[in-house]
């Protein structure tokens, strides 16, 4: 890690590896065609081609990638309900109560109706009707996303909701992974990925059914893909690698900072593990405490490689500590502080706020019931954690009584007429000439 001794330095390095992560990155997929093609390219022609070719392409696609004859793009729902058979008692038991407590937090977060009689105005507030997840592939089978998208969209109320998820070949998904989604209600499992499965999902082919909204992380070419079906489809939002952010000083845990650290690091090797400290001397504690826990680790390859892109920021004092935190706007935030409460009341951009040292994001990450997909890459700006809202919507409802429509009506007739408008300003006058001149 870096030890970068200035607020504008910090934010130039970090807006450089944002800016740059993916600017190298071209593509043919596999060969599939006969040149390479930037990002945006590569998914701008696979959009198309799912247009115009849908499931067929799907299979000549995903073969030609992997390098293997794909030839399974939906798990029945025979084969979903047998994953519970293959799954031990203690395991359903640990998805059935992280469940549980995802259930709890979600249902704090939903937005209700009002009406205001008086004012004769209010809202109703009504679920989007289906949601596409898509489930990373890779090292790992991430049944935690699973949980994080599914059950926030079945707590607002979202009738249909299915999963895209990579697979190889004929191969099934991994059998936690269906466990999951089936014990979370999921009736459609869809075995592929890549920007072709958000293309699928936005615009519907004769065996994937069209979505009005999709959610979830992934890489490069599938957050392209999200941004360029915009419009067509809802999106949770457009994310980058994984961050943390830790604020310590000489009151933090040197061992509970170095674990949050790494934990992140651990995810890939453009993970974005950070720091911000008033002491410099505990700055090089973290890293020698850093190097030396490094060799015990299994994926030290990917923890070395995030690490080295990570930096310790090292300020004079607390205004400029909460001043760089939000402008970094980071996707995790932990405060590992005794002043943990006073510094998380002036944070304004943060995907989610970590308070203290029990409160490790890891338990996010997995069972404690907000959901681990959070805005980065600076976008907690204007965004928020993705949550039972992210799926509803609101309706403005106006049911005026003639006593507040007098009060009103003379009002939006003026405004009607300034912006010379006279139909509008007409269908105000008709009413008050029938209501109150008769």
């Not at 999963?163 to 059998?175: A, D, E, F, R, Y």
């Not at 269906?178 to 209600?185: F, I, N, T, V």
Request: hydrophobic content about 40%; charged content about 25%.
């Amino acid at each position: 890690m870096k030890i970068i001794k200035d607020i504008k330095l910090s934010l130039d390095y970090i807006n450089s590896l944002r800016e740059n992560t993916y600017s190298n990155i071209k593509t043919s997929g596999n060969d599939y065609f006969e040149k390479q093609y930037s990002v945006e390219e590569y998914v701008k022609k696979i959009i198309e081609l799912t247009k115009s070719k849908g499931d067929d392409f799907l299979f000549e696609l995903s073969s030609k990638v992997d390098g293997e004859k794909f030839d399974n793009l939906r798990i029945s729902s025979k084969e979903l309900k047998k994953s519970i058979d293959k799954i031990s008692k203690e395991e359903r038991i640990l998805i059935e109560n992280t469940i549980d407590r995802i259930e709890a937090f979600q249902k704090k977060t939903l937005i209700k109706n009002w009406f205001d009689e008086k004012s004769g105005y209010g809202e109703y507030v009504k679920p989007v009707d289906s949601v596409g997840c898509y489930i990373p592939g890779g090292t790992a089978p991430l049944i935690s996303t699973v949980l994080m998208t599914v059950i926030p969209a079945k707590v607002a109320g979202v009738k249909n909701i299915s999963i895209s998820s990579p697979t190889i070949g004929s191969n099934l998904p991994n059998n936690m992974l269906l466990a999951a989604a089936y014990l979370c209600g999921v009736e459609k499992f869809y075995t592929y990925g890549g920007p072709q499965a958000i293309a699928s999902l936005a615009f519907g082919t004769k065996n994937v059914s069209k979505v009005d909204m999709i959610c979830g992380p992934g890489n490069i070419f599938v957050m392209t893909a999200k941004k360029l079906v915009y419009g067509e489809v809802g999106v949770d939002g457009i994310f980058g690698p994984t961050e943390t952010l830790i604020i310590a000083d000489s009151s933090s845990n040197i061992d509970y900072v170095v674990g949050d650290l790494m934990a992140q690091a651990e995810h890939d090797v453009l993970a974005l593990p950070m720091m911000i400290t008033d002491d410099l001397e505990f700055a090089n504690k973290v890293i020698s405490f850093y190097k030396n826990k490094l060799e015990k680790m299994e994926r030290k390859n990917i923890i070395e490689k995030s690490m080295g892109r990570g930096f310790i920021s090292v300020l004079r004092n607390e205004k400029e500590i909460i001043e760089l935190a939000n402008q970094l706007a980071s996707e995790h935030l932990s405060i590992a502080s005794e002043k943990k409460v006073h510094i998380a009341e002036k944070i304004n951009s943060a995907g989610s706020i970590f308070l203290g040292e029990i409160s490790s994001e890891v338990l996010a990450d997995y069972v404690a019931g907000p959901s681990h997909v959070m805005p980065t890459n600076g976008s907690a700006r204007y965004s928020s954690s993705l949550s039972s809202r992210t799926f509803q919507k609101t309706i403005p409802v106006l049911a005026i009584d003639k006593d507040r429509f007098k009060e009103i009506c003379n009002d939006a007739e003026k405004l009607a007429k300034l912006e010379s408008l006279q139909a509008h300003s007409e269908a105000i006058s008709v009413r008050k000439k029938n209501y109150f001149m008769e």
